[in-house]
Nanobody, 117 residues
Framework: VQLQASGGGLVQAGGSLRLSCVAS????????LGWFRQAPGKEREFVAA???????YYEDALKGRFTISRDNAKNTVYLQMNSLKPEDTAVYYC????????????WGQGTLVTVSS
């Protein structure tokens, strides 16, 4: 599985962005999908995940601002980010796995989100 993330950019605090991640492969609908982020000087952290059945999970601090969704017909997973804050600045990575919502085998290349104050 190959993953291609896009949609990052520069946005002012309070703004919104929608990240997309397109996956190759014919079994996309059976994969768990996740979004992670890594801020400068920090470790990578979990953002959100969505199961093959469509159940969504979020880092507690991001609930209510971020929404993960998937479109199996387009082999795409999305991350809608609202009310962005400067501390959301990071490289965002999408990931996929056929078995787990917690440990991902496949990773995209990352897309940079910069939130200015």
């Amino acid at each position: 599985v190959q993953l291609q993330a896009s949609g990052g950019g520069l946005v002012q605090a309070g703004g919104s962005l929608r990240l997309s991640c397109v996956a190759s492969g014919r079994t996309f609908s059976s994969y768990a999908l996740g979004w992670f982020r890594q801020a400068p000087g920090k470790e990578r952290e979990f953002v959100a995940a969505i199961s093959w059945g469509g159940s969504a999970y979020y880092e507690d601090a991001l609930k209510g601002r971020f929404t993960i969704s998937r479109d199996n017909a387009k082999n795409t997973v999305y991350l809608q980010m609202n009310s962005l804050k400067p501390e959301d600045t990071a490289v965002y990575y999408c990931a996929a796995d056929s078995d787990s919502l917690h440990d991902y085998e496949y990773w995209g290349q990352g897309t940079l989100v910069t939130v200015s104050s």
